[in-house]
């Protein structure tokens, strides 16, 4: 549309002019008129043909478009703070000691031992060569072979003042071994009594030979029939 305006004013000048050029011709070949020197061409306005309605032209209005400044926004940079590494430091941790508390340990009472005969003794020499030495009033019986002579010559069922002795010999020996053994001391005055006879006696051994006093002989024969109860697990006296 605003082509079409500016075309309508371009052929308007050429109008316009070509009118004005006319005209200028007309006076020139005209010889009565006059033509004053002085005189002014005066501009004759020629209406331009404004189509109606008359065309909107549009114009061009700047639009104020608003313009994107950066604004220098600050960064904030993270500045590198050391950090507090902990240092592992040993801590001393006490160490619970257990306290030894001592235990009341009962002692367990011995149980005495079931005594043996001096028949049994004999045939276990194994276990009298074990439990020997002992003294016989004075004696030394150190081996099974002069252990196993005593019991040999040993005749209880004979009260002659020989055979008391020998018969009080063997008693004695195997009350000794029994105690030794772990079985009850209970007879021990009755030990003591009979090696005090033995040694007065003058026992030395089971090839002696003996002659004792009634006194002496009837001792005897009161403390080998203790020693013997004992032996055979009937009493202490």
Known sequence: MRRDALLILVLAAIVAAILAVSGFASVGTDSSTTVDPTATDTPTNTPTDTPFPPTDTPTNTPTNTATATPTDTPTNTPTSTPTSTPTNTPTNTPTSTPTNTPTNTPTPTPIPLPRQSFGWWKTHTQQTAARLPV?????????????????NKANCSSSSAQNAFGCLAAQLLAAKLNIKNGSSNCIQSTVNAADALLAAGGYAGPNGSYNLTSSQRSSAITLKTALDRYNNNQGCQ
């Open 135 to 151: 003294t016989l009033g004075g004696f030394p019986v150190t081996t099974t072979s002069d252990a196993t002579a005593i019991f």
